[in-house]
């Protein structure tokens, strides 16, 4: 029997945010998952699990192939079961073999990391159109014209040269500003292809997992209510550096931080690596990451405190870096 498309499609799954979700009681019985909702500069929400970190037709639209059914079979078979497990405090050693598969594609499926992504895209379109026309290149371009042509520009007078030089410049900035803005349209439309494309292939497949499967991973349990989970989904970071960072801006991070509970991070770590963390900096880098909101357990000043810093570092790459990278080019 074929299976009903889904229209609302979560990329922050529920079977993760029932880790941070508690119960509402009505006349003794127990009612579904809600959780508290955290946005920059607004007060907290308790929405249900369902209601949260999804977008209707987020992963494909109708008549392509359906990757919310392919996430749900993964989710049902394999990671809902390997997630209760670890919530206990302990790495199940039969599904020990499902926790890359399972980190990867959090890394991956999230509305963070098509966001950051197509951030990427946009900032690099609006720094080629405003630095390339005073770069270099323009310059060789002129030098490598026609023999020919180069003979006759070189025969005119300097002003006339000059001015001639300064319209072929402006038309060519103009050209250029309508293509960028051109493709900046389709920057959001060719990143969801490319990430649905990605959940397509199978979580073991990713390019990820294979770095994942080489770490040594644990449960540390923390105290009740300690832990946030942002929008970015895990954490990491590289041996010495003092700042966490996105698992995206990595290729082969030393240490990940998958916050699956409010008082239970599961950690992966390569041979000999610290992988000792501060719940307080984990929560400050999830919320900084994050680019929409994050989801907790309760609501207090903490937490409120951390909302203040949502989107803080967004950025997957900082435009300077963007403008010192097309300067070397």
Same mark, same amino acid.
């Given at each position: 029997?074929?299976q009903r498309r889904t ?8 079977? +993760?945010?029932?880790?941070?979700? %508690? ?6 019985? @127990?009612?579904?998952?809600?959780? $508290? ?6 007060? =907290? ?8 970190? %999804?977008?209707?037709?987020? $992963? ?6 359906? /990757? ?10 394999? %990671? ?10 302990? /790495? ?21 990391? #098509? ?34 042509? @180069?003979?006759? *520009? ?20 103009q050209w250029l500003q ?7 349209? #389709? ?5 969801? #292809?490319?990430?649905? =494309?990605?959940? !397509? ?12 499967? !080489?770490? =040594?991973? !644990? +449960? /540390? ?6 832990? &946030?989970?942002?929008? /970015?989904?895990? &954490? ?7 700042? *966490?960072?996105a698992p995206l801006t ?14 239970? +991070? ?8 610290? =992988?000792? %963390? ?16 994050? &989801? ?5 000043? #903490? ?6 810093? &949502? ?7 900082? @435009?300077?870096?963007? +403008? ?6």
């Amino acid at each position: 029997m074929k299976q009903r498309r889904t229209k609302k499609q979560h990329f922050l799954p529920c079977f +993760v945010q029932h880790g941070f979700a %508690f119960y509402v009681e009505f006349g003794g019985t @127990r009612h579904k998952y809600r959780v $508290y909702l955290f946005r920059r500069g607004r007060e =907290s929400k308790e929405p249900y699990t369902r209601d949260v970190g %999804f977008e209707n037709d987020f $992963y494909c639209r109708p008549g392509e192939p359906d /990757v919310e059914v392919k996430l749900a079979d993964e989710e049902r078979k394999r %990671f809902a079961r390997l997630v209760r497990e670890l919530r206990r405090g302990a /790495v199940p050693r039969d599904r020990i073999c499902d926790i890359p598969a399972f980190v990867a594609h959090l890394i991956v499926r999230t509305r963070n990391a #098509r966001r950051r992504l197509a951030m990427v895209g946009d900032d690099a379109c609006d720094v080629i159109a405003d630095e390339l026309p005073r770069a270099d290149p323009w310059a060789r371009a002129l030098e490598h014209m026609p023999a020919e042509a @180069r003979v006759r *520009l070189d025969a005119k007078p300097a002003a006339e040269r000059e001015q001639l030089l300064a319209g072929l410049l402006e038309i060519a900035t103009q050209w250029l500003q309508v293509q960028m803005a051109v493709q900046k349209e #389709r920057i959001p439309e060719q990143v969801r #292809r490319q990430q649905a =494309s990605t959940l !397509s292939t199978g979580f073991d497949a990713l390019p990820r997992t294979a770095h994942l499967a !080489s770490l =040594s991973w !644990s +449960v /540390v349990m923390a105290s009740p209510g300690a832990l &946030i989970l942002g929008d /970015v989904g895990p &954490i990491a970071r590289d041996q010495g550096d003092t700042e *966490l960072a996105a698992p995206l801006t990595m290729q082969r991070p030393d240490v990940i931080y998958v916050p699956v509970a409010h008082d239970c +991070v599961l950690v992966g770590a390569r041979e000999g690596v610290n =992988s000792m %963390f501060d719940p307080e900096q984990l929560n400050t880098a999830s919320a900084e990451l994050s680019v929409e909101f994050f &989801i907790a357990f309760q609501s207090t000043p #903490r937490e409120y405190a951390y909302a203040e810093r &949502i989107g803080d570092r967004a950025s997957l790459v900082p @435009r300077q870096e963007l +403008v010192d990278a097309l300067r070397r080019t």
